[in-house]
């Protein structure tokens, strides 16, 4: 089965420079969220979109945007990287408006591999 | 401050043997309850979930009991394997769409 396609999936950036993560949810998926998990802890959630309009937006530095295009991508842009933001960055998608397709599937959400980024 | 508590923080179970991780939530607003796995450098995995109108769901090794009037929720793996070797996350999400939040993570090590 298709899963949640994330890239690149390791990243080194100096601090001050700026990156960009993809994700590519499971076809038919129209929710994608994002979330970062430090060293030993517990995933966080950055922010979310839905039909490729902001649906929720957790603890997101303004150093950091995102969007959801078209193909229901999202790409999540980090601008002056501080040493801080080395961390796991994961994308995860659910199928909002497929819970008839799928019944008992009520918000589940499927994690892509993530996104390993270093700031030197 | 942890919307979601998780105990143990790490768990040392014999091969064979029952691994119990508990998480207890406050906010009843909550009605979506996923337990993940995660390997190390790896995603973390949907193994099983439940919704409160339900006591209990298994599948295969995995059971999830649910106790709405405590408002705690556990995961029991049954007949452990080094293969489940692996951190363990509850989480919780309100409403169709909505982020999930997770406790802090329980690190299972299965003793062969």
């Known amino acids: 089965a298709a899963g949640v396609i994330q890239s690149p999936r390791h990243l080194i950036k100096e601090k001050r420079e700026t990156a960009t993560l993809k994700c590519y949810p499971i076809?038919?998926?129209?929710?994608v969220y994002w979330y970062q998990q430090g060293p030993g802890q517990d995933p966080q959630f950055l922010i979310s979109?839905?039909?490729?309009?902001?649906?929720d937006k957790g603890s997101i530095p303004d150093r950091f945007s995102a969007q959801q295009f078209s193909d229901y991508h999202s790409e999540l842009n980090m601008s002056s990287l501080e040493l801080g933001d080395s961390a796991l960055y994961f994308c995860?998608?659910?199928?909002?408006?497929?819970?008839?397709?799928?019944?008992?599937?009520?918000?589940?959400?499927?994690f892509g591999p993530g996104t390993r980024l270093t700031v030197l | 401050q942890q919307q979601v508590k998780q105990s143990p923080q790490s768990l040392i179970v014999q091969k064979g043997g029952i691994s119990i991780i508990n998480c207890a939530y406050e906010?009843?607003?909550?009605?979506?309850f996923p337990w993940y796995q995660q390997f190390p450098g790896k995603g973390p995995a949907l193994l099983i979930a439940?919704?409160?109108?339900?006591s209990e769901k298994k599948e295969g090794r995995f059971t999830i009991s649910f106790n709405k009037s405590a408002k705690q929720f556990s995961l029991h793996i049954m007949d452990s394997q080094p293969g489940d070797s692996a951190t363990y996350f509850c989480?919780?999400?309100?409403?169709?769409?909505?982020?999930?939040?997770f406790g802090a993570g329980t690190i299972l090590r299965v003793k062969s």
């Open positions: 979109f839905y039909e490729k309009m902001q649906s």
């Open positions: 439940i919704r409160p109108d339900v």
């Open positions: 989480a919780a999400s309100m409403g169709y769409g909505n982020k999930l939040v």
């Open positions: 906010n009843t607003a909550f009605d979506y």
């Open positions: 995860a998608s659910s199928p909002r408006t497929g819970l008839a397709e799928a019944p008992g599937s009520y918000n589940e959400q499927f």
């Open positions: 076809p038919r998926h129209d929710t």
